[in-house]
Nanobody
Framework: QVQLVESGGGLEQPGGSLRLSCAAS????????MGWYRQTPGKQRELVAE???????NYHDSVKGRFTISRDNAKNTVYLQMNSLKPEDTAVYYC???????????WGQGTQVTVSS
């Protein structure tokens, strides 16, 4: 049973930085993309950043230029470097891995990020 374990969330002041990590407990093959989503109460979960198997990246418009997604394929780990944090970045952040065979995706348990002075 593969599990995604997230770390790095917490409380940060506006303008600060946090780095999220997501490590898979086992080996995962047939990966299409690794990404981070976030969700706030009453809203749908939204894609924050994604890195595809070929290395291309995709970012939500609100985080472009501030967040950077990266991965370590050997460790099945994906990172999200978050700089210039804003209060509107406050959310629960979820790691996601999509595959092109079943099981089609995995989710992490979520990590809280709070940006407040």
């Amino acid at each position: 049973q593969v599990q995604l374990v997230e770390s790095g969330g917490g409380l940060e002041q506006p303008g600060g930085s946090l780095r999220l990590s997501c490590a898979a407990s086992g080996s995962i093959s047939a990966i299409v993309a690794m990404g981070w989503y976030r969700q706030t109460p009453g809203k749908q979960r939204e894609l924050v950043a994604e890195i595809r198997s070929g290395g291309t990246t995709n970012y939500h418009d609100s985080v472009k230029g501030r967040f950077t997604i990266s991965r370590d394929n050997a460790k099945n780990t994906v990172y999200l470097q978050m700089n210039s944090l804003k209060p509107e970045d406050t959310a629960v952040y979820y790691c996601n891995i999509k595959r092109f065979i079943a099981p089609w995706e995995y989710w992490g348990q979520g990590t809280q990020v709070t940006v407040s002075s």
